[in-house]
């Protein structure tokens, strides 16, 4: 970062500033904070003058942060007690890079079982030498295996396929994307136990809830680095992920990470269910169909500013926001201010891990100006995420799902931030 | 790891193997599924076989795990409305390294404010050039930091200072304890923009609840690592851990991490508050006072199994646990399974984070003789934690905090648990 007296020079048009400026000791915070003589010492609030509340044995949070809620839940049909649906994390009002388990983004095909743990089972069977029934209290005593791993639903990001720019925040564009600590039994461990024929290829996984839903996943993903997981962010996995045992392939779309997990076939080709024929495959421009893309590709959203915030005042701000792959690690995420004309790297957040959510943050100085925020991500594979031009000139717009194409946030001369296509 | 067929040579004595057997794709698990043929297929439970329960805007684990919880609440004088008291994170039945925001211990000294964020204010005065006050609107336009990071309170382990082994789980002595992503604005940034006197080696941080708890810190750490914090785990920090606003000084123990923060005095010298001269200070054998050891030394628990838990047979189990230190990153973690004669070397699961809960695990055979498992933890500063009698010695037991010795828990022919001295 080069300073010269007040002087910043910029990393980039329309005010993007060097992201190592703070570790540079940079000031040019524009006095945020209110002069402070005339308020010290501070007035006694009144929680101050009495006890306050006893402790509870699980605690929830402010009440004062009640707007921070999974929403855009589909409106179900009344007809019906339950039915498919999906509830979205709230990006916009979170930071860091996990995401707390209450918040955690839903995607359901018939609602959330209420399941019984000691009645709850995991067979292995199909093309295996001997098939095996495990208990949960059966798969407590393996060895387990932790890591911090992102979720993404294929269908994340969809509306970016419309062919005008949707009205959204954060969570209701991108918001079936969660990320958090899983703790659980690498599958390779339990088909190695099984004994896997050398016909095997494939595994079907299915899932105990009333959709009975059900994927096919290649051998050697679960071979890999599948886990069978038990514990999400340290506790037990919540009913509405998976509880007591969901499958997680890290960087496969989020469906395949099946939830309600009790059976697992191995097979010699894909078993074709309902959930990868009907749905869940890539419906190209020329009609035909890219039935098994599994990982999900590198992407980047910024969540602050994002629609919904107001800018109040120019001057400084910080651009924050989430970069993944599902191939490896994000290796790069760079900002535009003027719609992609000119980029600047932005910090990553420590510890970057494969097939996790990393924050990327860069200072940002506003001018007043109307400006377009967009950020794309670069993986260690090499990978750049592709301008949405670029991506519906290459697949067409009649796919619903992996639409990894860069966001562009407009920034209006009277603050207000709103989804835009450049 | 050596295999010679179906043999297995151990790590250290009593049946501990090499943390790389599973890498190694060693099988050896005793069968601990049940045999699996009269059991395909499945029935179908009675919870596959109607639609589930519809989405909520936050969401909440299993009742099934409603003994999941912050319990050894002190019983408090009926004839208060609340007062001082702590409640623990129950280790045992978690896994990982995150805390879920629900199960994070707290300590309180007058209970846990209800602070409107919209009146909570940070004052920052005494020796600086100009005294600011921030609202939480201001502080959320700062550039922000995230790292993962354990918070425990000075007296935690206490009970290991009592001349006999107290009984208890890993949660009754060791549960004030928990590790989360934090993420807020560097407290230095804030200093730089009031503008630090030469003069001021200290600050007072003080709390907004009827403690008014409040600790002296060195200006050095404040301008080396603490973040004035808004989120854990991704959301806003919770009523019980300091909403709206908590002071975070990694590696520090726990209630200098200052919660409802809401004043910050630069001073020359330590302001010697009643919460550090009252408590918090380490009361030697000869009657002396440690008044400011700050950092918690390196430190191990082995989680599982712990008091409460019951082996069954014997077999295959993996030890696993949680290890730490205040001073930097976890290097070594060694297990014992016969007292202290011989140890094994440990697998740390990735990333180990400095002053961070690193999660570590070991394979052992349990032939069902009694055994006496212990864990020690060594930091990359080379400090290794002592053995409860080496600790003693040096530091008598007249102490309250600070007690990092080594925990055995022994395993009793019948499979049952306890905390002993060896």
Redesign the interface.
Same mark, same amino acid.
């Given at each position: 970062m080069k300073k010269t007296g007040n002087q910043l020079e910029p990393a980039a048009a329309n005010g993007l500033l060097d992201r190592r400026f703070?570790l540079a000791?940079g *000031?040019g915070?524009a006095?945020? *904070?209110?002069?402070? !003589?005339r *308020?010290? +010492?501070?007035a006694i +609030?009144e929680?101050?003058?009495?006890?306050? *509340?006893?402790?509870? !044995?699980?605690?929830?949070?402010?009440k004062?942060?009640a707007k921070?809620?999974?929403?855009a839940?589909v409106e179900?049909n009344p007809l019906?007690?339950?039915?498919p649906?999906?509830?979205r994390t709230p990006l916009q009002?979170?930071?860091?890079?996990?995401?707390?388990?209450? #918040?955690?983004f839903?995607r359901?095909h018939?609602?959330?079982? /209420?399941?019984?743990?000691d009645?709850?089972?995991l067979?292995?069977?199909g093309l295996v030498k $001997?098939? #095996?029934?495990?208990?949960m209290e059966?798969l407590a005593?393996?060895?387990?295996?932790?890591?911090?791993s992102f979720v993404e639903c294929a269908g994340n990001s969809g509306a970016l396929y419309a062919k005008a720019a949707a009205a959204g925040t954060a969570q209701a564009l991108h918001g079936l994307l969660s990320c !958090?600590?899983?703790?659980g039994v690498?599958l390779a461990?339990?088909l /190695?136990?099984?004994g896997v024929d050398p016909k095997a290829q494939w595994l079907l996984a299915e899932g105990?809830?009333?959709a009975?839903m059900s994927r096919s996943v290649p051998l050697a993903k679960a071979m890999d680095d599948a886990l069978v997981c038990?514990?999400q962010?340290?506790?037990?996995i919540? +009913?509405?992920?998976g509880?007591?045992l969901r499958l997680l392939l890290p960087g496969f779309q989020g469906n395949m990470n099946v939830k309600w997990l009790?059976?697992i076939k191995l097979t010699a080709a894909p078993t074709m269910t309902k959930d990868e024929t009907s749905k869940y495959s890539l419906l190209l421009n020329d009609g035909k169909v890219a039935q098994f893309k599994f990982q999900l590709d590198a992407k980047a959203v910024i969540t602050k500013p994002s629609p919904g915030f107001q800018l109040k005042q120019q001057g400084?701000?910080?651009i924050?926001g989430l970069a993944w792959s599902g191939n490896g690690k994000v290796a790069k995420v760079e900002v535009s201010a003027d719609g992609g004309k000119t980029w600047a790297p932005a910090a990553l957040?420590? +510890?970057v891990?494969s097939k996790a959510l990393t $924050?990327f $943050?860069i200072?940002w100085h506003w001018t007043g100006q109307p400006a377009v925020l967009q950020a794309r991500c670069t993986d260690d594979t090499g990978y750049t995420q592709p301008a949405r031009d670029v991506l519906i000139a290459a697949r067409g717009n009649r796919a619903a799902y992996h639409n990894n194409a860069i966001t562009s946030w407009n920034i209006a001369a009277d603050g207000e931030v709103k989804h835009v296509y450049v």
């Open positions: 703070f000791g *000031a915070l006095a945020l *904070a209110a002069g402070g !003589a *308020a010290e +010492p501070l +609030p929680w101050t003058k009495k006890p306050g *509340a006893w402790f509870t !044995a699980y605690g929830q949070p402010s004062y942060e921070v809620g999974r929403g839940i179900h019906y007690e339950s039915g649906g999906s509830v009002f979170l930071e860091g890079m996990i995401t707390p388990n209450g #918040l955690h839903e359901s018939n609602g959330i079982p /209420d399941i019984d743990p009645r709850h089972r067979l292995i069977h $001997r098939p #095996l029934v495990f208990t059966d005593r393996y060895p387990m295996t932790s890591r911090i !958090a600590e899983w703790t690498p461990l339990l /190695d136990e099984a105990a809830d009333a009975s038990l514990y962010n340290g506790e037990r919540r +009913p509405s992920n509880y007591p009790h059976r400084f701000y910080e924050s957040s420590e +510890p891990i $924050r $943050r200072p």
